[in-house]
């Protein structure tokens, strides 16, 4: 910062709230902080405490969901801007991948993918429950994407299925857009989200969905879009897949599609840019 001597500087990850805070609020450089989950991903402790602390020096709190919003408006000061900006979606030819050539899922079977981290929020193990249920009695396989702190634990859960054959985990994958495209279902039961990206993509990408019933999904989708589904129980996220599943009509796919449309890049940029002007002009 001394170096380059910027206008603003902008945090982006909890640590950097602290350290990169501090050094902007002691050089009195205007600081922007980002806000990306929500009040159930700070229970508490040193860390989150001095986040708190040093955040009230910032000139402005962007939130990319209300949950965000919510858990900072009590927290911020009058003099402090408060914001909600939403996440943005690549345009073409990103989204307009070919679906992924999938082994051992013939053309014929329906497949489930799941992408995300493989994290106690994301809820992994009810998760691998329903899949269990699921592509045991129906003909179908499914798709774990991604890697974390969870993965033995998703591994042991994985080898005591009796469908564990059909359900595969397959780690970090890059492009994910090919994936969602050869998906039939896409399914996300998080336990608490920001905004969540993966769930923006796979309405972009023309997936039924299957969601876990919380505020950050139902901030982005409907029941005219979405299946909804208790993340604490398998029995009711396996209903749900097989109801995404069964369904004929493209009804659901088409309207999460529809709604997606309005993540674009251009929108965003804008909100950014109007906020970043509006601290600059703050003076702060």
Request: aromatic letters at 6%.
């Amino acid at each position: 910062m001394h170096d380059l001597g910027p206008d603003l500087v902008q945090t982006w990850l909890p640590q950097m709230d602290v350290l990169a805070g501090y050094a902007a609020s002691s050089m009195k450089i205007p600081w922007v902080v980002s806000e990306r989950s929500s009040s159930s991903a700070y229970p508490g402790g040193l860390r989150n405490w001095l986040r708190l602390r040093e955040a009230r020096k910032a000139a402005a709190i962007i939130c990319n969901s209300r949950g965000g919003e919510a858990y900072w408006r009590p927290r911020v000061k009058d003099s402090q801007q408060l914001h909600v900006i939403p996440n943005a979606l690549p345009e073409p030819p990103a989204t307009a991948a070919f679906p992924q050539m999938l082994s051992g899922a013939e053309s014929e079977e329906k497949v489930i993918v799941y992408v995300g981290s493989l994290s106690a929020p994301k809820n992994i193990v009810n998760l691998v429950q329903a899949l269990g249920m699921v592509t045991e009695q129906d003909k179908c396989r499914a798709f774990l994407c991604g890697d974390g702190d969870l993965r033995k634990d998703t591994e042991s859960a994985l080898a005591s299925l009796n469908a564990a054959a059909r359900v595969k985990l397959v780690g970090y994958v890059d492009p994910v857009w090919s994936w969602l495209k050869r998906a039939d279902v896409f399914v996300s039961v998080s336990l608490f989200e920001g905004q969540p990206n993966a769930v923006l993509e796979a309405m972009a990408a023309g997936c039924s969905i299957v969601v876990s019933d919380i505020p950050a999904h139902r901030e982005v989708l409907t029941d005219r879009s979405a299946v909804f589904v208790k993340p604490d129980d398998p029995k009711s996220i396996a209903e749900g897949l097989r109801r995404a599943l069964a369904d004929p009509s493209s009804g659901l796919r088409e309207e999460a599609r529809r709604l997606s449309e309005a993540y674009t890049i251009d929108a965003t940029a804008r909100r950014y840019r109007d906020c970043y002007e509006s601290v600059l002009a703050s003076g702060r």
